[in-house]
T-cell receptor, first 113, second 109 residues
């Protein structure tokens, strides 16, 4: 197993455009998390899936953000009408049902111009 | 706001033990202490976690005070590859973790 993968690794977009990021968790992990990280800060929790069910969503996640995990496998995070303040690293992590540790992917760095 | 307080930066000589402190004076009885690290341009990496007892694994040791208001992460023989930002986080469940800014640990040759 190669770990958690994220695609793309970098994305530059113009303000107002929509973007979508993909996360492929470790195959046997049924929990999946999305975080956002800005420079010099720790990751901020955005949302959490257990299998295909989205069980928790941060108040930070505005209506422009949506996440899905169809069939409980890969997940997508979409940002509509991007703003400059959305520029950040978007991290995905997964964990097994019985595990307390999260395994993180390399992240997608978004730059909104 | 993060529930933990960590020094913003620390240095340690290569080969010596690195001791990273963390204060979590408002920790609740059912909350765990988690440690992760983030090497530059990579995603965070889990190190260790504990509730009350001291814990040790192949990467590090976690020492939690009896009152649980503080803890110390110990890297027994630091190498240059241990240079990273180290995050101490408390939380009652895995997805409710609030991360602070962490400690930037620099290992010097």
């Amino acid at each position: 197993d190669t770990g958690v993968s994220q695609d793309p690794r970098h994305k530059i977009t113009k303000r107002g455009q929509n973007v979508t990021f993909r996360c492929d968790p470790i195959s046997e992990h049924n929990r999946l998390y999305w975080y956002r990280q800005t420079l010099g800060q720790g990751p901020e929790f955005l949302t959490y899936f257990q299998n295909e069910a989205q069980l928790e969503k941060s108040r930070l996640l505005s209506d422009r953000f949506s996440a899905e995990r169809p069939k409980g496998s890969f997940s997508t995070l979409e940002i509509q009408r991007t703003e400059q303040g959305d520029s950040a690293m978007y991290l995905c992590a997964s964990s097994p049902w019985t595990g307390d540790e999260q395994y993180f992917g390399p992240g997608t760095r978004l730059t909104v111009t | 706001d993060a529930k933990t307080t960590q020094p913003p930066s620390m240095d340690c000589a290569e080969g010596r033990a690195a001791n990273l402190p963390c204060n979590h004076s408002t920790i609740s009885g059912n909350e765990y202490v988690y440690w992760y690290r983030q090497i530059h341009s990579q995603g965070p990496q889990y190190i260790i976690h504990g509730l009350k007892n001291n814990e040790t694994n192949e990467m590090a040791s976690l020492i939690i005070t009896e009152d649980r208001k503080s803890s110390t992460l110990i890297l027994p023989h630091a190498t240059l590859r241990d240079t990273a930002v180290y995050y101490c986080i408390v939380g009652g469940s895995n997805y409710q973790l609030i991360w602070g800014a962490g400690t930037k640990l620099i290992i010097k040759p």
